[in-house]
């Protein structure tokens, strides 16, 4: 569910969007369409797995109430963190490189910076991964753990820059481009595998790790306070 579906997802974005369509469309930041639109379909799996796997796994943990294990366990809430951070990040680094194995055999793949596409991966994975937290831990439902990845992560994800550059919008609307955190994330990956930079790079980067901190830090006081654990 985590690895598998993730990538038949990414398969079929690539063939379709990718491989058929992307030969009858003009080169994009003067790529093929394909090597355009692979950053942003790696970027939606990673930011899909990290939620998923500490939502998911936070959520069982207090509906199956096997979360008392954890909690008199010897380990500080910081430990206990880490250990679902390690996880979420190794699985999205799995899925992320899963789909650009698909990229490569379509012939989409590129990488100009490798030190740049593993810190995309990796703090964006960390980002979603502190989110999943939050939700696993608020959730009393599986309406509720469904509703975030339903309603928002996957509207924003998919008009965040995956498919189209911001010249490509009218000048009216790209200030909602700017406004939508998922436009720095997939445009921060896209530099580092293409070159092409859409936005302020310095912005995105000082962006996405306030949110590590900002989200590290709320997670923190809520295992420490034991807000949704200790019912």
Same mark, same amino acid.
């Given at each position: 569910?985590?690895?598998?579906?993730?990538?038949?997802?990414?398969?079929?974005?690539?063939?379709?969007?990718?491989?058929?369509?992307?030969?009858?469309? *003009?080169?994009?930041?003067?790529? *093929?369409?394909?090597?355009?639109?692979? *950053?942003?379909?790696?970027?939606?799996?990673?930011?899909? !797995?990290?939620?998923?796997?500490?939502? /998911?796994?936070?959520?069982?943990? @207090?509906?199956? @109430?096997?979360?008392?294990?954890?909690?008199?366990?010897?380990?500080?809430?910081?430990?206990?963190?880490?250990?679902?951070? !390690?996880?979420?990040?190794?699985?999205?680094?799995?899925?992320?490189? %899963?789909?650009?194995?698909?990229?490569? !055999?379509? %012939?989409?793949?590129?990488?100009?910076?490798? *030190?740049?596409?593993?810190?995309?991966?990796? !703090?964006?994975?960390?980002?979603?991964?502190?989110?999943?937290?939050?939700?696993?831990?608020?959730? +009393?439902?599986?309406?509720?753990?469904?509703?975030?990845?339903?309603?928002?992560?996957?509207?924003?994800?998919?008009?965040?820059?995956?498919?189209?550059?911001?010249?490509?919008?009218?000048?009216?609307?790209?200030?909602?481009?700017?406004?939508?955190?998922?436009?720095?994330?997939?445009?921060?990956?896209?530099?580092?595998?293409? /070159?092409?930079? +859409?936005?302020?790079?310095?912005?995105?980067?000082?962006?996405?790790?306030?949110?590590?901190?900002?989200?590290?830090?709320?997670?923190?006081?809520?295992?420490?306070?034991?807000?949704?654990?200790?019912?």
């Amino acid at each position: 569910q985590l690895v598998m579906a993730p990538w038949i997802s990414a398969l079929i974005f690539i063939f379709v969007f990718g491989y058929v369509l992307g030969h009858r469309m *003009p080169a994009i930041a003067g790529v *093929p369409y394909l090597k355009f639109l692979l *950053p942003g379909l790696v970027m939606m799996d990673v930011v899909t !797995v990290a939620f998923q796997q500490t939502s /998911g796994d936070l959520y069982f943990a @207090r509906f199956q @109430r096997y979360v008392q294990e954890m909690l008199v366990s010897p380990l500080s809430y910081f430990e206990m963190m880490m250990g679902s951070l !390690v996880i979420a990040v190794l699985r999205a680094f799995v899925t992320a490189f %899963g789909v650009l194995v698909m990229g490569w !055999v379509f %012939g989409g793949l590129s990488i100009v910076s490798i *030190p740049g596409f593993l810190f995309w991966i990796a !703090v964006v994975a960390i980002v979603f991964a502190l989110a999943g937290m939050i939700v696993g831990l608020w959730a +009393d439902n599986f309406e509720q753990l469904g509703a975030v990845p339903i309603f928002l992560l996957s509207p924003l994800s998919m008009v965040g820059g995956v498919f189209t550059t911001v010249a490509m919008l009218p000048t009216w609307l790209r200030f909602l481009a700017y406004a939508n955190p998922f436009f720095y994330f997939i445009n921060g990956l896209r530099q580092a595998m293409i /070159g092409f930079n +859409d936005g302020t790079g310095i912005f995105g980067v000082a962006f996405t790790l306030v949110l590590v901190a900002v989200l590290g830090t709320i997670v923190w006081r809520l295992f420490a306070t034991g807000w949704g654990l200790r019912e």
